[in-house]
């Protein structure tokens, strides 16, 4: 299978914010009214969650846990004191993340999320959301390094005309598939039309699907194809275009559609093995897709993945 390997480093560490704490002060309770939101800041959906899931991991191992503690202790670790226990894991994140270079994280956002993951509440970002957030974010940072390092490090300014060029290719690419007879575009700019309608159920996020399908570059040449037999794959595991279609069809249904790079493998891509082939980095994809079946259910999987290869 091609993988497209999950954000790291989101419990405290690569973390990205919109600015400081509120007027309330860190762990304060912020105005999440839109973090949910289609145009909500992915960067304050990550904080959110960053602290949401150190909050249950927390819970865990000691459901006596002190928020307003870590809450001192936070706030001290960025002012650089010290002190034990709860506050001592306070002090910790704090200090890792005001040695964050890249980004600042919203330390209410994070706390709020911690708070509620402490509490055993459920959590306020939905996966489907996170994963999307989770590839904004990490193409934003890799562009910021990649944009460094291009002044001294040829192979770095290679792969960013490699990126701008695929960019380009992308559009070009996306253009022609909107004038297409019979298309049409979502929100999340991904193009598509049904070419065999289907009269069976939709699946949902948490099902197994089975189809045929196969996979083209811009330049139409082939990357993956199940074959003859369908392949089974698990709807909330694949990269959010493909899953957004998906979840949008029905049981015999077929759709030819184009996936932008922002809602595929991004600019990251995915290498094939051994590094070799796979998908380039800011690649539009087509698709050829017959929905055959839904299988049993199972839980949304934390990694991106087109099946195949």
């Known amino acids: 299978m091609i993988l497209r390997l999950s954000f790291l480093g989101l419990a405290l560490g690569v973390l990205a914010g919109c600015g ?36 249950q991991q927390m819970l865990t191992q ?6 307003e503690r870590f809450r001192e202790g936070f706030a001290a670790g960025i002012a650089g004191d010290s002190s034990e226990i709860a506050y001592a894991f306070g002090l910790q994140a704090g200090l890792g ?22 509490a055993g509440d459920s959590a306020l970002v939905p996966e ?16 910021r390094q990649l944009r460094a390092q291009a ?7 290679q792969r960013l005309e490699q990126i701008r060029s695929n960019g380009a290719e992308a559009e070009t690419f996306l253009a022609e598939a909107r004038a297409r007879d019979g298309y049409q575009a ?21 099902d197994r699907v089975r189809v045929l399908y196969e996979g083209r570059f811009a330049n139409g040449e082939v990357f993956d194809a199940s074959g ?34 922002d809602v595929a493998y991004g600019l990251s891509g995915s290498p094939g093995p051994g590094g070799q082939g796979g998908i380039p980095p800011n690649a539009a994809l ?24």
């Open 151 to 157: 002044a001294t490090n040829p192979q770095a300014a």
């Open 286 to 309: 087509e698709f050829d897709v017959t929905l055959v079946e839904i299988a049993e259910s199972a839980a949304p999987q934390p990694q991106f993945q087109i099946p195949g290869q």
């Open 128 to 143: 489907d959301v996170l994963n999307a957030a989770r590839m904004v974010v990490e193409d934003s940072l890799q562009m």
């Open 186 to 206: 979502t929100e999340s700019g991904v193009v598509f039309a049904i070419t065999e309608a289907g009269d069976g159920a939709s699946p949902s996020l948490s």
């Open 20 to 55: 400081g704490g509120s007027a309330s002060g860190p762990g304060g309770n912020a105005d999440l009214s839109g973090l949910t939101a289609d145009d909500a800041d992915p960067f304050a959906q990550l904080a959110y969650d960053a602290g949401y899931q150190s909050g």
């Open 97 to 118: 993340i005001s040695a964050d270079t890249l980004a600042n994280i919203d330390a209410n956002v994070f706390l709020t999320g911690l708070r509620a993951g402490i």
């Open 228 to 261: 003859d037999e369908p392949s089974e794959l698990p709807v909330g595991g694949v990269v959010p275009g493909f899953r957004e279609m998906i979840l949008a069809m029905a049981v015999g249904e077929s759709r030819t559609f184009v996936l932008p790079p």
């Open 62 to 67: 000691d459901s006596t846990f002190s928020f």
